[in-house]
């Protein structure tokens, strides 16, 4: 099965256009209230066993690209491919978790719209923001969320756990993909990642920025096709 990991405040909306093109695939449908990265990979598996997928094609965007690493960290055998898309490796910076909770006292104070308007359009390449039904999409996904997944799915993020020792063990078919444009998910960063995973493929799409699925499905459906083209 190909299955598809949504990131933070997202669901499977952010992959219509991978849902629609390839026939079987599905989409994690939430996290529930899992408040930690290996806790957000049990449910993904337990989703994947009630669908009856034993292996995976596992596409991982943003922070569900860590999701992914964890599933490869809990299951190994039964990830047949990985793609990390549009996401990260490193560790929790020292600035990361004020940062992160400054946008949740946000959403306490003024609301939830005023946390997703305020991060949202950096996720988003300039130029794209301009197309109201991608922007508005997109917005009414994040919205339906609320703020007691975005503190939950905040506390994974900043409580990760380290993927370093993993990556060089990784030996299925990986696709490690990013938007030409992505500021929080940048080229350089995937560079990085595609040179410690052994059975990495690079792929930056042009003119895209981190919500990559949305913003550039054509592209990404191409490489995603590649991928999954390769022996396993």
């Known amino acids: ?6 990131g933070l405040i997202c669901d499977p909306r952010i992959f219509a256009g991978q849902l629609a093109a390839f026939a079987g695939a599905q989409a994690v449908d939430d996290y529930g209230t899992a408040d930690t990265i290996p806790a957000m990979a049990r449910a993904a598996l337990a989703q994947a066993d009630a669908r009856g997928a034993d292996t995976l094609d596992l596409f991982g965007h943003s922070m569900g690209g860590r999701v992914a690493l964890e599933v490869v960290r809990l299951a190994p055998a039964r990830v047949r491919r990985l793609a990390l898309v549009s996401t990260g490796v490193h560790p929790v910076g020292e600035a990361e978790p004020a940062k992160r909770c400054a946008l949740q006292q946000k959403g306490r104070d003024e609301g939830f719209p005023a946390l997703v308007d305020s991060w949202l359009p950096p996720m988003i390449a300039e130029h794209n923001r301009s197309d109201a039904a991608l922007y508005d999409s997109l917005r009414r996904m994040c919205l339906d ?3 007691h997944r975005f503190d939950a799915q905040v506390h994974a993020l900043v409580s990760r756990p380290s993927v370093v020792d993993l990556l060089p063990s990784i030996a299925c078919p990986t696709l490690v993909m990013t938007g030409e444009l992505d500021s929080w998910a940048p080229p350089e ?19 895209a920025g981190h919500m990559l699925p949305a913003e550039a499905p054509g592209a990404v459906n191409i490489a995603i096709a590649d991928w999954l083209a390769r022996p396993a």
């Open 1 to 6: 099965m190909l299955l598809f990991l949504p």
């Open 145 to 147: 969320q609320g703020q």
């Open 189 to 207: 960063q995937h560079h990085g990642i595609a040179a410690a995973v052994p059975a990495a493929h690079l792929v930056i799409v042009p003119g």
